[in-house]
Nanobody
Framework: QVQLVESGGGLVQAGGSLRLSCAASRRTVSTYAMGWFRQAPGKEREFVAAVSWNGASTSYADSVRGRFTISRDNAKNTVTLQMNSLKPEDTAVYYC????????????????WGQGTQVTVSS
């Protein structure tokens, strides 16, 4: 069983930055593709960003491309989401995701989820 623990959420003003981290419980996750999803109140969980197991390939939702950057450190079993130029519409619970086979760009492609961390962007 893989456990994913997110950290780094909080309250920030529009235009500000936050850095989310996800720590994995097992070293084998270094061979998994990982990503981030988010869910705003009353909305479905949506894809934000994903990174391949070796960091060579990344994917972003159109709504965050150019503002968010996903990266990973396999030596530390962590994946990071750097969020810049935040907007109120980025407010959501952010979930770390992992899958041993495919890039987690859809909910169906996610094998493991974290518990989530709240990000609130005030206007």
């Amino acid at each position: 069983q893989v456990q994913l623990v997110e950290s780094g959420g909080g309250l920030v003003q529009a235009g500000g930055s936050l850095r989310l981290s996800c720590a994995a419980s097992r070293r084998t996750v270094s061979t998994y593709a990982m990503g981030w999803f988010r869910q705003a109140p009353g909305k479905e969980r949506e894809f934000v960003a994903a990174v391949s197991w070796n960091g060579a390939s990344t994917s972003y939702a159109d709504s965050v491309r150019g503002r968010f950057t996903i990266s990973r450190d396999n030596a530390k079993n962590t994946v990071t989401l750097q969020m810049n130029s935040l907007k109120p519409e980025d407010t959501a619970v952010y979930y770390c995701a992992a899958d041993p086979k495919v890039m987690p760009t859809t909910r169906r492609s996610v094998g493991y989820w974290g518990q989530g961390t709240q990000v609130t962007v005030s206007s």
